[in-house]
């Protein structure tokens, strides 16, 4: 995958979380430190849903941010314009295609469905904006419908078509086939958004890319309808460890922290202690056989580097796994003077004392530490 884009949906998709409830200064509080991150694109909730949201929409088109504005609305030609008049470089057009969706959401047919898209697309193109258009649940529509409704939107010049797995029922191999097939039918750009009901939206998106896909959703720790969808995070961690470089340029990564504490807070979540990179123990390595590795060279247990994420490694000593040569380390942070013979004992009194009553504060060891150095020192005055 040599290069990607995001666009960003906290602001949409994110608004649709259980918790969800953002004020204009929160958006724009959202919006500028997404911006901040370099992202490609913000999507932002439809003008149509509520008086607050079209202000909304027109405050955050007119903060002058790098990013694309883009925001999200239905297959219809009210929704359209009233979008176009909030300023917005971009509109993402979306119907529903699966027939659960035709028959119990709008219950229209295709003919219908790609007679509005190509009259709502073409009007969206006529007024100078950028326009996507996607099916809802297009992994459990039907291939054939798919494939010519996007064939029909590329042929007027739509920019990108969508494939939404709205149900995240999709898997990375049913991903890349459905892409690559759809690479081989249109010449627009390819954007994916991927549901995280099982698991699988990181892999999804990568699988999406790899198979041609060229633009990604995501929202700040995933957040959104249900369980959410791709997070930022957690696609950032993909997509560095395949091209570090390319995705160190691109984006300001040591920023990522700040906004997932925005949001986590705006949203009342505290960030996961397994989160990709910024959960508290991304960073912390603990066997004593680990430890030693990670002090002779980091990478031997670290895919991602902790600094390019403004992230610290931390080595873990006070338990019964520790290892002398991680407790030596400490030592020498700690610039006292003990040799390794003493740094052994030390261990060994850490072991004793974590199997009798559980772990040791990174104080507690210290303190038996300095008290080992100590004693020495007496002994030799
Ligand atoms: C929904 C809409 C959507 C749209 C995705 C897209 C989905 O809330 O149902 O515009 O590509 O998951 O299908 O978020
Ligand atoms: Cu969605």
Known sequence: VSSFKIIESTLREGEQFANAFFDTEKKIEIAKALDEIGVDYLELTSPMASEQSRQDCTAIANLGLKAKILTHIRCHMDDAKVAISTGVDGLDVVIGTSSYLREFSHGKDMDYITAKAIEVISFIKESGLEVRFSTEDSFRSDLVDLLSIYKAVDKIGVNRVGIADTVGCANPRQVYELVKTLRGVVSCDIECHFHNDTGCAIANAYAALEA??????????????????????????????????YVKNKYNLHKLRDVENIVAEAVEVTVPFNNYITGYCAFTHKAGIHAKAILNNPSTYEILKPEDFGMTRYVSIGHRLTGWNAVKNRVEQLNLDLTDEDAKAVTQKIKALADAHGALSLDMVDGLLKKFHEAKEEGTH
Do not use: C, Q
């Open 212 to 245: 041609g896909a060229t633009h990604i959703d995501t929202s700040v720790l995933g957040i959104g309808e249900r369980n959410g969808i791709t997070p930022l995070g957690g696609l950032f961690a993909r997509m560095y460890t395949g091209d570090k470089e």
